[in-house]
């Protein structure tokens, strides 16, 4: 379902805080639905070091479903102007590294095949209310459209909470775009099988105060969602048939 939260999702999200701050956790955001004031979930708090990067609008009164403003491409340039310096500098590292931060993978068994890894996370879904929405054979795709026979097998199944679903795209539409959750299963260059998806633990967000971009209901969603889909990895990795 979330395809939660990608790399440069994940960036916007951190650099659209304002700045780190010591403070207990605010309360839940009161969500009205005939229609709230225009405020952020963003509570400001100053500190020495000033933020980041600064909102430059309000979002639209609360709604289910309402879709936030269309961002300009200029406005998209100039905070990709102002981000990327920022990130160069805080994070000098490879790209594999870098990618790495953002994944979460599990190393199958000994002796347990990559059908079998297959195998236990469908049957560990179905137990966990994970719907299976699609399955992607991209090493088929290697042989019969580029004719590489020499690429390890790697799927991506995608799985959805429909009712999780629902209510996330009721407080924030747009992600949709990160909708469903992706498992992959791979096999590296020594044929060892690895399950990984997308590390998106909101929990992370407790680092940073009182500033969550993020109301508790979404928040206690997300990690469910979180916990589901490392149940299935885990089922798939250990083999549980």
């Given at each position: 379902m979330l395809r939660i939260l990608?790399?440069?999702?994940?960036?916007?999200?951190?650099?659209?805080?304002?700045a780190f701050a010591a403070e207990p956790p605010a309360p839940?955001?009161?969500r009205n639905p005939q229609g709230a004031p225009a405020q952020g979930w963003i509570g400001v708090e100053p500190?020495?070091?000033?933020?980041?990067?600064i909102q430059q609008a309000s979002p639209p009164p609360y709604r289910d479903y309402q879709m936030n403003r269309i961002l300009t491409p200029e406005e998209k340039k100039r905070w990709r102007q102002t981000m990327m310096p920022m990130m160069a500098n805080m994070a000098q590292m490879d790209p594999r590294e870098?990618?790495?931060?953002?994944?979460?993978?599990?190393?199958?068994?000994?002796?347990?095949?990559?059908?079998?890894?297959?195998?236990?996370?469908?049957?560990?879904?179905?137990?966990?209310?994970?719907?299976?929405?699609?399955?992607n054979l991209m090493w088929k795709d290697f042989q019969t459209v580029l004719g590489d026979n020499n690429a390890p097998r790697v799927e991506v199944f995608s799985f959805c909470d429909i009712a999780i679903g629902r209510e996330l795209l009721k407080i924030i539409p747009?992600?949709?775009?990160?909708l469903p959750c992706r498992i992959a299963v791979m096999e590296d260059a020594d044929k060892n099988i690895w399950v990984m998806m997308m590390d998106w633990d909101v929990t992370a967000l407790q680092l940073v105060g009182n500033q969550k971009g993020i109301p508790e209901e979404l928040?206690?969603?997300?990690?469910?969602i979180r916990e589901k889909m490392e149940n299935v990895m885990r089922a798939g990795a250990n083999g549980e048939l």
């Open positions: 990608s790399f440069p999702f994940v960036l916007a999200w951190l650099c659209s805080l304002p839940p955001v009161d500190t020495p070091y000033g933020p980041m990067l870098t990618m790495n931060y953002f994944t979460v993978k599990y190393k199958a068994k000994p002796g347990v095949s990559f059908d079998e890894v297959v195998e236990s996370m469908m049957l560990r879904a179905n137990q966990v209310n994970l719907k299976h929405v699609g399955s747009e992600m949709v775009v990160f928040r206690k969603d997300a990690i469910t």
